[in-house]
């Protein structure tokens, strides 16, 4: 037991430490964004603002990740231990990992979409144009397949459905 809470301290000790160092770079950052020119110091505020949310993104999984992780020993110790104290216990993690959850929904994921975007197109552009072709008959060969599947289902339900009022027209077939 005071294993497991010697480890979540120093996760706590490292996850300040982490985020004190951050902070020590975007101030840095701020510092060196007073002695520029006007375009250059907005795009040290875009800079600055973009870290700011990467770090706030991070330090909100990682806080859903550690209630996560408390819920699960909180479970595993009710399961041994099915006392009162362990079922508080149980509910108080799942209520810290549901306020964590409620945060995660908050935060906004069009970074995580144009981050995406622009690894997709950085990777096509480090490809040769007969790869790019490649890959888009790839992807339009899934689609064709995707399509495909989707109508032969549609015809078979349909056969299915047809059969079935064919059946409670004439029971005798069955017997």
């Known amino acids: 037991m005071g294993i497991v809470i010697g480890s979540a301290t120093l996760d706590g000790y490292r996850r300040q430490y982490v985020n004190d160092n951050n902070n020590n770079i975007l101030e840095k950052i701020k510092e060196q964004r007073h002695k520029l020119k006007e375009d250059e110091q907005r795009e040290y505020d875009r800079l600055i603002e973009e870290q700011a949310n990467k770090i706030k993104n991070k ?14 020993k909180a479970v595993d110790k009710y399961q041994i231990d099915p006392s009162e104290s362990n079922k508080n216990n149980r509910d ?32 096509l552009d480090s490809l040769n144009p007969d790869k790019i072709v490649c890959l888009f008959n790839i992807i339009a060969d899934g689609l064709m397949l ?28 069955l017997k």
Request: net charge negative.
């Open 59 to 72: 330090e909100t999984i990682g806080k859903y990740q550690d209630a996560a992780d408390e819920h699960a």
């Open 146 to 173: 995707s399509s495909f599947v989707t109508v032969l289902n549609i015809m078979l339900s349909e056969n299915i459905i047809n059969k079935i009022t064919f059946l409670e027209k004439y029971p005798r077939i």
């Open 92 to 123: 108080k993690s799942l209520e810290k990992m549901n306020e964590a959850f409620d945060e995660i929904k908050k935060l906004d994921i069009s970074e995580y979409i144009v981050q995406i975007y622009n690894y997709y197109s950085d990777y």
